[in-house]
C-alpha cells in the first residue's frame, strides 16, 4: 500500500502552537508576546512538584516541559514542535502527528491564487504579500455552507459558496465558528477570521500575526468589476452589498481606515462611495475617511438610517444609496 504523503515542514508552518492547544481544549497564560505558560497537558507528566512547567514560545512555534518525568519520559528531550507535542499528546509517531494535523487542520498545500486584477506581480519564494501578511499553506475543510446562521444573516447558500463562508465542522482555534476567508490584493489566502454563533466571545476571532490593517476584504474580486467601489465596514455589510448587484465592494473589517488601505483603493479605483454603519462611530469614521480620500478619488458619502447597518438594510435601499440616479 502507497504510504500518504507528508510534507513535514508545510504542516508546521501552518499550524501554530496555539492551534494544537486550542484543539484539545487547553488554555495557558499569556506570560507576554511570545510565552504562554501553565500546566504541562501532556499525558507522561507525572511530578507532582513541577507545577506551571510546561511553556510554549508562539514566536519560534515551540514548547518545552522542564519536569523530571516528561524529560525522562522523552529520552532527556525537554520539549520540541509542534508535531512533537501532538506526537507525545496521542502516543504516536512524528508521522502519524503529522497525518493527524494535515486532518484536523487540512494542512496541505494552499490552492492556486486567484490572477491579480491590476497588475502583474512578481514574488520572490521570500516575498511577503500585502508587506506582512504570509500567504496560508493550508486551506479550511469541513465547511458547512449551508448553515441556519449564514440564512440568519441574509447569506444565500450560493453566496457562501462563492465567499468560501461556512461553519466550521473541524478541530483547531476556529472551530464552532462561521470561518471567513480573507485573500490579499493579489488572491493570496492570508487568514481566516472566526464568527461565533452564539454569545461565545471573542465575537469575532483573527489568527494571532494576521494584521488587517495590511488588508481590503474582497480587493481581489471588487477590483475586477470596474473602478467603483462602495467600502463598508464588516463582512456581511459587504456580503449584502455584494448579493444587491454592487460585487464592487470591500471592508475595512472595522471603522478605521489605514494608511495601506487608504493606498489600496488609490491604487484600484478612480470613484468610492462610503457606506459605513449608521451609528455616532461610523458617521464620523465615514468623515474623517472622506476627508482623507476627496482628494485623490472620487469620493460619495452616504448615510444610512441612524442605529442601523448595511447588512440590515434591503436590495433597494442599497441600490438607492449607492447608485446616482437609482428610482
Not at 444573516?153 to 462563492?162: I, K, L, S
Not at 451609528?279 to 474623517?288: E, F, K, Q, Y
Not at 452616504?302 to 446616482?324: A, F, K, M, W
Request: aromatic share 8%.
Amino acid at each position: 500500500m502507497k504510504r500518504a504523503w507528508v510534507d513535514y515542514r508545510a504542516v508546521k508552518a501552518a499550524v501554530s502552537m496555539e492551534m494544537a492547544l486550542a484543539s484539545y481544549g487547553i488554555q495557558l497564560h499569556r506570560l507576554d508576546r511570545d510565552y504562554l505558560r501553565g500546566r504541562c497537558p501532556l499525558p507522561m507528566h507525572s511530578s507532582r512538584s513541577s507545577r506551571q512547567s510546561f511553556i510554549v514560545n508562539t514566536g519560534r512555534n515551540a514548547w518545552a516541559c522542564h519536569s523530571d518525568s516528561c524529560v525522562a519520559a522523552r529520552g532527556g528531550r525537554i520539549g520540541g514542535n509542534v508535531l512533537d507535542f501532538v506526537s507525545a499528546m496521542e502516543n504516536c509517531s512524528v508521522r502519524e502527528a503529522a497525518l493527524k494535523l494535515q486532518d484536523w487542520f487540512a494542512a496541505a498545500p494552499p490552492p492556486a491564487p486567484l490572477p491579480s486584477v491590476s497588475r502583474p506581480v512578481e514574488h520572490s519564494p521570500d516575498a511577503t504579500p500585502s508587506g506582512g501578511n504570509q500567504p496560508l499553506s493550508f486551506a479550511l475543510s469541513h465547511i458547512d455552507c449551508s448553515h441556519p446562521y449564514l440564512a440568519g444573516r441574509g447569506v444565500d447558500p450560493e453566496t457562501a459558496r462563492q465567499f468560501g463562508i461556512g461553519y466550521n465542522r473541524g478541530k483547531g482555534s476556529m472551530a464552532g465558528r462561521v470561518v471567513i476567508p480573507i485573500h490579499d490584493e493579489n488572491g493570496f489566502l492570508v487568514a481566516y477570521a472566526g464568527r461565533s454563533v452564539d454569545q461565545t466571545d471573542p465575537k469575532y476571532r483573527f489568527p494571532p500575526r494576521f494584521r488587517k490593517s495590511l488588508v481590503l476584504f474582497n480587493l481581489h474580486r471588487a477590483a475586477a468589476h470596474g473602478e467603483s467601489v462602495v467600502v463598508v465596514e464588516g463582512f456581511f455589510d459587504c456580503i449584502r452589498v455584494h448579493q444587491a448587484g454592487l460585487p464592487g465592494v470591500v471592508a475595512l473589517m472595522g471603522c478605521a481606515l489605514s494608511f495601506r488601505q487608504e493606498e489600496l483603493i488609490c491604487e484600484h479605483f478612480r470613484e468610492v462611495v462610503l457606506l459605513l454603519d449608521g451609528d455616532t462611530p461610523g458617521r464620523a469614521a465615514a468623515a474623517a475617511i472622506a476627508q482623507r480620500l476627496v482628494s485623490k478619488v472620487s469620493t460619495r458619502l452616504v448615510e444610512i438610517p441612524p442605529g442601523s447597518q448595511p447588512d440590515q438594510l434591503g436590495v433597494d435601499q442599497i441600490r438607492c444609496l449607492c447608485i446616482p440616479g437609482y428610482f
